[in-house]
């Protein structure tokens, strides 16, 4: 079944999840860091929310970019409804992961050879 979330505030908080593994997972992104959500059929960047002024973090991500026009007219409009939302991995994401993983690639070495390719 796919985690629900209520449209309840320009923010998603993470208690308003209903998948502990999500808000486990949103936990885990640090100030400011991106995720990409599909939210009733809208994939879109969320943005961890920074820690408080009084050191607690605060459990909730905020829409950006384009998600952000979405997401507001989803709250005048159907406040208080239950969509779906689930974590999505866009090719940009897969790729910028994976590079970490071969830190050879990124030596003077292969730019001199391959960078004219």
């Known amino acids: 079944m796919v985690p629900q979330v209520r449209i309840s505030d320009i923010a998603i908080w993470f208690k308003h999840i209903e998948s502990p593994e999500l808000q486990a997972r949103l936990r885990t992104l ?49 406040r208080g409804e239950a969509v779906p939302l689930r974590e999505v991995r866009l090719v940009d994401d897969y790729l910028k992961n994976i590079s970490t993983l071969f830190p050879e690639w990124e030596s003077e070495a292969d730019d001199e050879a391959f960078g004219d390719l």
């Open 30 to 78: 640090r100030d400011e860091e991106y995720i990409n959500l599909e939210t009733d059929g809208v994939v879109g960047r969320w943005v961890r929310m920074k820690t408080g002024k009084d050191g607690r973090p605060t459990e909730a991500i905020r829409p950006e970019g384009s998600m952000k026009e979405v997401w507001g007219r989803w709250y005048k409009s159907r």
